[in-house]
T-cell receptor, first 114, second 113 residues
Framework: GAGVSQSPSNKVTEKGKDVELRCDPI?????LYWYRQSLGQGLEFLIY????????KSGLPSDRFSAERTGGSVSTLTIQRTQQEDSAVYLC????????????FGPGTRLTVT | QQQVKQSPQSLIVQKGGISIINCAYE??????FPWYQQFPGKGPALLIA?????SEKKEGRFTISFNKSAKQFSLHIMDSQPGDSATYFC????????????FGTGTRLQVFP
C-alpha cells in the first residue's frame, strides 16, 4: 500500500517568508508525528497528533512554528518568518497508535532558507 | 534523562563481517526500542524493534540484543553486505510520553566488498 507522502520534496525560501509543508499519512493511521533532522541537532521531535488533536507540541522550537491536522488525515506544518536556522529536513511519521508503536516515515521535505 | 546515547559514530566493516552498533538510555519508563535505517535523501525506514520483556529479537540478518538491567541495547548485522551501507539510528519511546521517538545520534555504516 501507499506509504507516508510529503510535499514538496524540496523548498527554497528567503529569510522572513512563510512556508507550508504537507504530510499525507498512511490510510487508517490515527497518530501522526513531525520530526526535524538537521546536522547539528540530529533527529528531533516537533509535534504529535492523535486524530485532529495535538496533545504534545513540546518540540516546536518557537511560536513561529505551528501545525494542524484535518479530517484525521493530512497535516500541515507552517513556519512563519523563516530564519536560516530553520533549514533542515522535516520528516513526518504515522502509526496506527494505541498498542501499535511502529512509526513509518515519509521521505521528508528539505527546507533551505537563504 | 531523555537522551539516547549511540556509538560508534561511524563504522567500517568488510563484506561478510558483523556490524555492531550500541545504544544506552537512562529513562526506565522507555518501553519500546526501534532501529531505523536511512539512506541518503530518504526518510528513516523501520528495521526492527524490541520491547523490554525480551532480551533478543532476530529478523533475518538483523538482531537486537537488549539488556534491561544495564539499560543498553544493540543492533547486530550478520553477514554485512555493501547494500547495508547506510546510517542507522536507535530510538526509544514510552507510552507515558505520547510514544514520541527519542533518537540516538546515528551511526554511519560502510561495508566494503
Amino acid at each position: 500500500g501507499a506509504g507516508v507522502s510529503q510535499s514538496p520534496s524540496n523548498k527554497v525560501t528567503e529569510k522572513g517568508k512563510d512556508v507550508e509543508l504537507r504530510c499525507d499519512p498512511i490510510s487508517g493511521h490515527t497518530a501522526l508525528y513531525w520530526y526535524r533532522q538537521s546536522l547539528g541537532q540530529g533527529l528531533e521531535f516537533l509535534i504529535y497528533f492523535q486524530g485532529n488533536s495535538a496533545p504534545d507540541k513540546s518540540g516546536l522550537p518557537s511560536d513561529r512554528f505551528s501545525a494542524e491536522r484535518t479530517g484525521g488525515s493530512v497535516s500541515t506544518l507552517t513556519i512563519q518568518r523563516t530564519q536560516q536556522e530553520d533549514s533542515a529536513v522535516y520528516l513526518c511519521a504515522s502509526s496506527y497508535g494505541g498498542r501499535a508503536r511502529e512509526q513509518y516515515f515519509g521521505p521528508g521535505t528539505r527546507l533551505t532558507v537563504t | 534523562q531523555q537522551q539516547v546515547k549511540q556509538s560508534p559514530q561511524s563504522l567500517i566493516v568488510q563484506k561478510g563481517g558483523i556490524s555492531i552498533i550500541n545504544c544506552a538510555y537512562e529513562n526506565t519508563a522507555f518501553d519500546y526500542f526501534p532501529w531505523y535505517q536511512q539512506f541518503p535523501g530518504k526518510g528513516p525506514a523501520l528495521l526492527i524493534a524490541i520491547r523490554p520483556d525480551v532480551s533478543e529479537k532476530k529478523e533475518g540478518r538483523f538482531t537486537i540484543s537488549f539488556n534491561k538491567s544495564a539499560k543498553q541495547f544493540s543492533l547486530h548485522i550478520m553477514d554485512s553486505q555493501p547494500g547495508d551501507s547506510a546510517t542507522y539510528f536507535c530510538a526509544a519511546s514510552g507510552t507515558y510520553n505520547t510514544d514520541k521517538l527519542i533518537f540516538g545520534t546515528g551511526t554511519r555504516l560502510q561495508v566494503f566488498p
